[in-house]
C-alpha cells in the first residue's frame, strides 16, 4: 500500500492563480480530510469527506474548494490564491470518520503564494 | 468549540532522560479522543498514542505514556529513556464523539533531544 500520497511537494504560486492539491489514498477509507499547517498554529481543518459524494466545512474553508468523486481522491482547489494562503497542507484519511481511528497523513505540500 | 492548547512551545531533554509534554484542553462533550502526534522534520505527521476518555487506565505504548487527568482535564505525554529519534514537533490533539469530523490540534511543542 502506497498510503496516502500527495502532490506536488512544492508550489509556488502568484496571486490569483488557480491551482489543484491532489490527495489519494488507497485503504479504501471512507473519510478523507485536508488541514493546513501554519507557524504557531498547529493544524487545522479546512474541509473533510466522509464518502464519495459527500464533503463538509471545516474551521477554515474560506477560498477552497473540494470534490469528492470515488473513494481514492479528493482534491483541493484553489480559485483565486493569496499570500495568507502560504502554508503547508495535508491530506489525511481514516476507515470512518473521526472518534478512535488512527488518522494517516500524507507527506505534505509546501504551497507559496507570492 | 474544542480548543486545545500546548503551553510549551519548546523543550529538551538529554538522551536516556524522561522528559513529559503538557496538553490541556476544553470541551463541554462527554466523551471524546485525545491523540499525541510527532512530527520529525521530515514533515510526515505519525500518531504516537491515543486515549478514549472513559477509559480510565493510561494509555502505553512502550516508551510512551499519558497522564490523562480528565477532570482537569489534561493530557500529557511522557517519554522515557529519551533517544535522538525522538526529536521532533509533538502534536494534541482532541476529538469529540459528538461532532466527531473536526479534530483539534494543539500549536505543538518542538522537541530536542541532545546527545
Known amino acids: 500500500n502506497a498510503g496516502v500520497t500527495q502532490t506536488p511537494k512544492f508550489q509556488v504560486l502568484k496571486t490569483g492563480q488557480s491551482m489543484t492539491l491532489q490527495c489519494a489514498q488507497d485503504?479504501?477509507?471512507?473519510?478523507m480530510s485536508w488541514y493546513r499547517q501554519d507557524p504557531g498554529m498547529g493544524l487545522r481543518l479546512i474541509h473533510y469527506?466522509?464518502?464519495?459524494?459527500?464533503?463538509d466545512q471545516g474551521e477554515v474553508p474560506n477560498g477552497y474548494n473540494v470534490s469528492r468523486s470515488t473513494t481514492e481522491d479528493f482534491p483541493l482547489r484553489l480559485l483565486s490564491a493569496a499570500p495568507s494562503q502560504t502554508s503547508v497542507y495535508f491530506c489525511?484519511?481514516?476507515?470512518?470518520?473521526?472518534?478512535?481511528?488512527?488518522?494517516?497523513f500524507g507527506p505534505g505540500t509546501r504551497l507559496t503564494v507570492l | 468549540a474544542q480548543t486545545v492548547t500546548q503551553s510549551q512551545p519548546e523543550m529538551s531533554v538529554q538522551e536516556a532522560e524522561t522528559v513529559t509534554l503538557s496538553c490541556t484542553y476544553d470541551t463541554s462533550e462527554s466523551n471524546y479522543y485525545l491523540f499525541w502526534y510527532k512530527q520529525p522534520p521530515s514533515r510526515q505527521m505519525i500518531l504516537v498514542i491515543r486515549?478514549?476518555?472513559?477509559?480510565?487506565q493510561n494509555a502505553t505504548e512502550n516508551r510512551f505514556s499519558v497522564n490523562f487527568q480528565k477532570a482537569a482535564k489534561s493530557f500529557s505525554l511522557k517519554i522515557s529513556d529519551s533517544q535522538l529519534g525522538d526529536t521532533a514537533m509533538y502534536f494534541c490533539?482532541?476529538?469529540?464523539?459528538?461532532?466527531?469530523?473536526?479534530?483539534?490540534f494543539g500549536a505543538g511543542t518542538r522537541l530536542t533531544v541532545k546527545p
Open positions: 490533539a482532541f476529538i469529540g464523539e459528538r461532532d466527531n469530523n473536526d479534530m483539534r
Open positions: 485503504m479504501n477509507h471512507e473519510y
Open positions: 486515549q478514549e476518555a472513559y477509559k480510565q
Open positions: 469527506s466522509v464518502g464519495a459524494g459527500i464533503t
Open positions: 489525511a484519511s481514516s476507515l470512518t470518520s473521526g472518534t478512535y481511528n488512527e488518522q494517516f
